[in-house]
């Protein structure tokens, strides 16, 4: 069998050639890092369940009108996906105070916030995604001022639909990132959703009892990851009737 061509490596997923030209293939992996790579582990089965996860939100964007890269999943651990040029921004859309917010404004997690508040990160591991002000991003030509009005707008999009869908099944959304790439059809080129939603990339409490179910969970050693993905994708009634097992079963001759 002809061997793909790897187009990148990131730490959770990796991006291969796809069979048609503008496709690319996203592979989700078991790896799961934080606080820039310094936290690292393989959890078994979050691969599995980010693809799943990350395909029920986008179909879900797409039947209301928010563009996204995805285009079908392909098996229990690739997806086929537009490609797309990204911009090196993380998008976070916030609803409570958590994590880097609340660290730097003192504020107690889980304090409602105002409105929904849109920040922006520069993506560099190096330098640690700092945040940046709308300011920097158009002075070093990462995005133009309308492409940051349509980013926000999209992003508050995900933010509704997102927030509605957890409600429903007895969570909040605390906070979340996107990232954002430039689709180009002909002469066109119109920003869309890209990358993955999935709670790698979320903060999900219990509405009743605030448990996260979360990256959070790997990051503060709360318990078992898997546990607490395998309960989103449970509750949203994403992980398929005769779910393979999560720990791979032992060959017996
Ligand atoms: P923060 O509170 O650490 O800034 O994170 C805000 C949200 O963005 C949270 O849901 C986690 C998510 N996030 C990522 O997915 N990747 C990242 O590299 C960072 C910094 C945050
Ligand atoms: N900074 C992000 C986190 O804390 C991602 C990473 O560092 O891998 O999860």
């Known amino acids: ?12 997923k990796t991006l291969y050639e796809g069979p048609e030209p503008g496709t690319l293939v996203q592979y989700f992996k078991d790896d799961a ?34 563009p996204n890269h995805f285009l079908k999943r392909i098996n229990m651990r690739e997806q ?3 490609a797309v040029e990204i911009i090196p921004l993380e ?21 409602v916030l105002p409105r929904p508040i849109v ?10 995604d700092p945040l940046v002000p709308e300011e920097y991003i158009i002075a070093f030509g990462w995005a133009s001022q309308q492409d940051l009005d349509d980013m926000v707008a999209l992003a508050l999009r995900v933010n509704d639909f997102l927030s509605g869908v957890m409600y429903g099944v007895g969570i909040k959304l605390i906070d979340f990132k996107i990232e ?34 979360d990256k959070d969970v790997f990051r503060r050693d709360l318990g078992s990851l898997t546990d ?11 992980m398929p009737k005769n779910a393979a097992p999560m720990v791979k079963p032992t060959l017996i001759n």
């Not at 790579?37 to 797409?62: H, W």
């Open 1 to 12: 069998m002809a061997r793909r061509k790897k187009i990148y490596e990131g730490k959770a």
């Open 33 to 66: 890092t934080a606080f820039n790579a310094e936290k690292r582990d393989v959890i078994e089965g979050k691969g599995v369940l980010n693809n799943r996860l990350s395909e029920f939100f986008m179909t879900g964007l797409s039947q209301i009108g928010v």
């Open 80 to 82: 086929l996906i537009r």
């Open 91 to 111: 998008v976070i859309v916030r609803n409570y105070a958590a994590g880097s917010m609340a660290k730097r404004l003192g504020l107690e997690e889980g304090v």
């Open 119 to 128: 920040e922006f990160s520069y993506k560099n591991d190096d330098l640690g």
């Open 180 to 213: 954002i790439g430039r689709h180009y059809e002909g002469d066109f080129q119109r920003l869309i959703v890209a990358d993955e939603i999935s709670p790698d990339s979320c903060r999900l409490w219990d509405i009743e009892t605030n448990e996260k179910l």
């Open 228 to 238: 607490a993905y395998t309960e989103v994708a449970t509750r949203l009634g994403v």
